[in-house]
């Protein structure tokens, strides 16, 4: 029953059932695909809990968790070599150190939305590009400090990218990466485009 509950769900509603079932909910087999979006009391202490006591996390999902930081996301990357879809929207806080990390220590990424973060740069992406060729889908709308060389270094190791969300990207110019993703990637050039131009017709 508790493998078909969300965290959310065994976390606020079936560990309250009794202490049987509080325990089962504790007990981090469960644990797979983890989405903790939205739930302010997560923090670096659980994410390193959860990183010690389950290696075979697939998916993990820390929108909008402020308390969170690059030291948390680090310490779970290190012991969750099969991680395979990340998503942090609105992670302010995070930068290149966390990103870096996943990208290190998790080769079998194939998503990665990291919108909203501000201080993610080119040096992020140059590490996904190193060591992620298996990325198919990545998020990096409203990401301000990112440029066409970050761009360029993304495309060159993830030819496998299939789509590339990029909106308010001020320092990224649509001429110059569109046709290098096309070449490298083989990414439609028409969905390329058409994010890219969408920051500049807001």
Not at 90 to 96: A, E, I, N, T
Request: charged share 20%; with cysteine; net charge neutral.
């Amino acid at each position: 029953v508790l493998s078909h509950l969300t965290v959310k769900e065994r976390c606020l509603c079936a560990s309250l059932v009794c202490k049987y079932w509080r325990d089962l909910c504790l007990d981090f087999q469960f644990w797979k695909q983890i989405d903790l979006s939205g739930l302010q009391q997560v923090n670096d202490d659980l994410l390193v809990k959860i990183a010690s006591r389950r290696q075979n996390i697939t998916e993990l999902n820390i929108s909008d968790c402020r308390g969170v930081h690059d030291h948390g996301v680090s310490s779970l990357a290190s012991h969750c070599p099969g991680l395979q879809k990340y998503t942090a929207y609105r992670c302010k806080q995070l930068g290149d150190a966390s990103l870096a990390a996943l990208a290190a220590h998790c080769p079998l990424l194939v998503k990665v939305h990291v919108g909203n973060q501000d201080k993610l740069t080119d040096e992020a992406l140059k590490k996904l590009g190193e060591h992620c060729s298996e990325l198919k889908d990545i998020h990096l709308g409203q990401c301000y400090s990112i440029t066409d060389e970050g761009m360029v270094a993304l495309s060159k190791g993830c030819c496998k990218l299939q789509r590339l969300y990029l909106q308010e990207n001020k320092l990224v110019s649509p001429p110059h990466v569109s046709p290098i993703m096309l070449f490298i990637c083989g990414v439609l050039y028409t969905s390329i485009y058409l994010l890219l131009n969408n920051k500049e017709s807001t």
